[in-house]
């Protein structure tokens, strides 16, 4: 790596006379690339050349000097055939990256071929469309909303000793971590051994060797130099020991990592947390790794998480800044505002999920035993003094007695492909229902406490009188299935079961009443949400669950195998058919699915692909026990 190479460009050099002398000075640098953020979080790339960019810099920053159409992004029902012109238009107040090609050297200096990303809005007949855009609006109108309600209501800011006059600013804060697994190509390790290896922890923490240390170490070094602050890389719950080959080179690796770093503004954590994404995968593959971000790669094993961190912070006058969420009151763990944004996103979930748990590959993620939250619950401590560390829940209470600046809610839901733009949004768009509510009818910390407290059953004023949305237990041993369902909701099984939500007014309110988000836009998500859904079922999960099911072979030997053997076998056989294999009169379970999707009963699809999910489970089961019975393999 070359220690002189420029890795950002702050908002404060992003004009024209700034940028010509930045592109002089580094001539490595030969292009620039506008980023948007469609609706499903996928972010465009191209290679502007830096002369052409030059050559009408000032339309390239203040018009719409670039186009795309609504082939090349995600906004179904908004960019149609007929009238697919989105524009993008740069974000001159943000921080740009250079993305540097380390397999290409600029034959003149020897120094990465970059590229500058600029990230942008994406606009439709002068309408912003895009999620970048959404998440700024919602910050917008979040940071606006808390300063109107402090100028309201002074008497909030006693807790703090301070005046409204005091108050400089509302900063949103936010901050994302990402856990990946890491493997050398085409590599496979057994589930059974991945298992053994999770419930053992042998793998948690523990020391990083040969090509996956280097990749990690380059990463954080990397890391550092485009200024994230990151805070540890780590081996993560997952994975298996790797092999020394003959070389002193270790193969068949199979490991699963996480690396945190420093939160920052809720717009600029989500453009950090989407380039380090890249700087991971990149840096791991020139280290003859690859890195998958999916958050239930292998079935039966710990999956991937994104916790999203959230915060609301007072710069004052002075310098200083004041964590609203924090409060002096010993005999409390939140502020009234604390306790008022916590609600909202508790009472709104259900119209949040769609917008963080959207694929199929999320909801696999998201089951019992494997420290992924299912229950809309949180968890506040046993006491003011004992900060809350459940694991077990959806929204954690993060508090340090010694640190008033680290209270915060981490969100356990999200993974590394939620759309974190959108997933920021909606929280902070939940826990302004919440804020409303509380600042609107004067509702003290006391019985605040009590409400979110309170018994299923127990009435409430502003949460569900049916539900319970507090435990400081494991909700997973403490109890039931059932129980948990009536007690915090039962959560949707599949990506069509989630999206539901979106169709019920009463719910999506809180995301339309201040124009953040419209129908237009929702009803988009949803379509491309559905799209994604139903293609994934026809052309990736079936076809990979026929070629598993083909691998699930007899082998058992007539001559010597007994009756268990035999027995065994046709269990599976039998499965294998139906989910499988047509007949004369009757269809396979694969075939019911596709033929639900065919006429859009979707409802129905839903209902097959749990079946379906719960068949291969068993299947799966079945096929390990009859080949532990086998003495001859």
């Known amino acids: 790596m070359n220690n002189d190479l420029l890795f950002t460009i702050p908002k404060k050099f992003h004009k024209e006379e700034d940028l010509i002398n930045i592109f002089n000075k580094h001539p490595e640098i030969r292009f620039v690339s506008l980023v948007g953020i469609d609706l499903a979080g996928n972010d465009t790339d191209e290679r502007i050349p830096v002369n052409m960019f030059l050559r009408d810099i000032d339309n390239f920053l203040y018009g719409t000097a670039i186009q795309t159409d609504g082939s090349s992004v995600v906004l179904p029902g908004i960019a149609t055939l007929n009238d697919g012109k989105v524009d993008m238009v740069a974000d001159t107040n943000s921080c740009w990256f250079v993305d540097y090609n380390y397999d290409l050297l600029d034959p003149i200096n020897s120094k990465p071929i970059g590229t500058v990303r600029i990230p ?19 910050i917008t109108l979040m940071e606006e909303e808390i300063s109107k309600i ?31 697994w890491v493997k050398t190509p085409n590599d496979k390790a057994h589930i059974e051994e ?16 040969g090509n996956v240390r280097s990749a990690m170490e380059e990463t954080l070094i990397l890391m550092e130099n485009y200024g994230f602050e990151p805070e540890m890389g780590h081996k993560e719950v997952g994975g298996v020991k790797a092999k020394l080959d003959s070389t002193g080179h270790f193969n068949h690796i199979m490991e699963q990592l996480e690396i945190d770093w420093k939160y920052s503004s809720a717009l600029q954590a989500a453009d950090n947390e989407l380039f380090i994404r890249t700087l991971i995968k990149e840096t791991f593959r020139r280290h003859g790794l690859e890195v ?4 239930k790669p292998i079935s039966g094993v710990a999956g991937s998480g994104e916790h999203t961190h959230l915060g609301i912070a007072m710069k004052l006058k002075n310098g200083k800044r004041v964590n609203l969420f924090n409060t002096n009151d010993k005999n409390h763990f939140l502020s009234n505002l604390g306790y008022g944004a916590l609600m909202g996103m508790l009472k709104n979930y259900e119209i949040m999920n769609p917008f963080i748990s959207s694929t199929n590959d999320s909801l696999k993620r998201l089951r019992p035993g494997f420290e992924a939250p299912i229950c809309i619950v949180t968890s506040l401590g046993q006491s003011p003094e004992i900060p809350s560390r459940n694991r077990t829940i959806l929204i954690g209470l993060i508090r340090d007695t010694q640190n008033p600046l680290a ?4 969100l356990r839901a999200p993974n590394p492909f939620t759309n974190t733009y959108l997933c920021i949004a909606v929280s902070y768009l939940a826990m302004l229902d919440g804020i409303r509510y509380v600042v609107n009818n004067k509702v003290s910390k006391d019985a605040l406490l009590k409400e979110i407290s309170k018994e299923a059953g127990e009435k ?28 915090f909701g039962k959560a949707p099984a599949t990506v069509y079961e989630n999206i539901k939500a979106l169709d019920e007014d009463f719910r999506t309110k809180i995301l339309k009443n201040d124009g953040v988000l419209n129908d237009k836009l929702i009803n988009s998500f949803k379509i491309s949400v559905l799209k994604r859904w139903t293609t994934e079922i026809v052309y990736r999960i079936i076809p990979g669950y026929a070629k598993e099911i083909k691998s699930f072979k007899e082998i058992h030997c007539l001559e010597k195998s007994l009756d268990l053997d035999i027995s065994n076998w046709k269990k599976i056989q039998d499965l294998r058919l139906h989910i499988m294999k047509d007949s004369m009169s009757s269809k396979s379970l694969f075939t019911r699915i596709k033929d639900a999707i065919e006429i859009e009963n979707y409802t129905l699809a839903s209902e097959l692909q749990i079946e379906l999910n719960s068949k291969m489970e068993e299947l799966r089961e079945l096929y390990i026990d009859y080949k532990r019975n086998l003495l001859d393999i």
Not at 159 to 170: A, L, N, P, T, W
Not at 468 to 477: A, G, I, L
């Open 120 to 138: 942008c809005f994406l606009i439709h007949n002068d309408t912003p469309v895009d999620s970048r855009r959404i998440l700024k609006n919602a």
């Open 150 to 180: 402090l100028s309201n209501n002074p008497e909030i800011l006693s807790d703090y000793g301070i005046k409204v006059e005091d108050v400089e600013e509302i900063s949103l804060t936010a901050a994302t971590e990402l856990e990946f």
């Open 194 to 209: 991945l298992t053994t290896s999770e419930v053992l922890q042998e793998q948690y923490w523990t020391r990083t060797k």
């Open 292 to 295: 998958t971000f999916l958050a």
């Open 407 to 410: 209270t915060r809610f981490e």
């Open 460 to 487: 409430a004023t502003y949460l569900e009188d049916s539900r319970c949305y507090r435990s400081e237990e494991n909700v997973y041993e403490c109890f039931s299935e059932e129980e948990r369902e009536i007690f």
